[in-house]
T-cell receptor, first 113, second 113 residues
Framework: SAVISQKPSRDICQRGTSLTIQCQVDSQVTMMFWYRQQPGQSLTLIATANQGSEATYESGFVIDKFPISRPNLTFSTLTVSNMSPEDSSIYLC??????????FGPGTRLTVT | DQQVKQNSPSLSVQEGRISILNCDYT??????FLWYKKYPAEGPTFLIS?????DKNEDGRFTVFLNKSAKHLSLHIVPSQPGDSAVYFCAASGVSGTYKYIFGTGTRLKVLA
């Protein structure tokens, strides 16, 4: 397994601003994922962030809105840009240290006013 | 189109009895399945997985059953404990090598003492 931390744990932001979420893992992992959980909904994959390559975005998510950095094997950031109230969600990072099983961070609860 | 469905949004069970959580999927290409437990304000915690080459996997009080012909899997918790009260998500993957998962909408389990 892996121990994952995220910062911030929660934030309230004004529309039109941007927030960068950090994800730190206690071991080196190749594959890292970013998810969103909108209120009352399931987890939706935003993008896959592998170190050494550009992030791969899922349908409905674009780099301009959700830029991702993956500078090394233990860290990644997700930026939510030009926020609107529809971006109010829990944002989660996860890793797959040994393949199939994914382990999640505690999440960042974002509220956009 | 929801490819992974958990049709019961909630379930209540008496302590000590069996909890059965169900999950249906539509894509026959899915070949690996995970179950997660999520407490409020925490990230999902990995519980148990099953590969499509198996029809059962057991880990302590948790057993997952897979019926490929029916495209159905279930998680059995025996005996149920109050600490099991949480939201349970199933997730399915079928895109080989990417480890991308599609999550169900979750079932809220309440174990009554």
């Amino acid at each position: 397994s892996a121990v994952i931390s995220q910062k911030p744990s929660r934030d309230i932001c004004q529309r039109g601003t941007s927030l960068t979420i950090q994800c730190q893992v206690d071991s080196q992992v190749t594959m890292m994922f970013w998810y969103r959980q909108q209120p009352g909904q399931s987890l939706t994959l935003i993008a896959t962030a592998n170190q050494g390559s550009e992030a791969t975005y899922e349908s409905g998510f674009v780099i301009d809105k959700f830029p991702i950095s993956r500078p090394n094997l233990t860290f990644s950031t997700l930026t939510v840009s030009n926020m609107s109230p529809e971006d109010s969600s829990i944002y989660l990072c996860s890793v797959a240290p040994q393949g199939y099983e994914q382990y999640f961070g505690p999440g960042t609860r974002l509220t956009v006013t | 189109d929801q490819q992974v469905k958990q049709n019961s949004p909630s379930l209540s069970v008496q302590e000590g009895r069996i909890s059965i959580l169900n999950c249906d999927y539509t894509n026959s290409m899915f070949d690996y399945f995970l179950w997660y437990k999520k407490y409020p304000a925490e990230g999902p915690t990995f519980l148990i997985s099953i590969s499509s080459i198996k029809d059962k996997n057991e880990d302590g009080r948790f057993t997952v059953f897979l019926n490929k012909s029916a495209k159905h899997l279930s998680l059995h918790i025996v005996p149920s404990q109050p600490g099991d009260s949480a939201v349970y998500f199933c997730a399915a993957s079928g895109v080989s090598g990417t480890y991308k998962y599609i999550f169900g909408t979750g079932t809220r389990l309440k174990v009554l003492a």
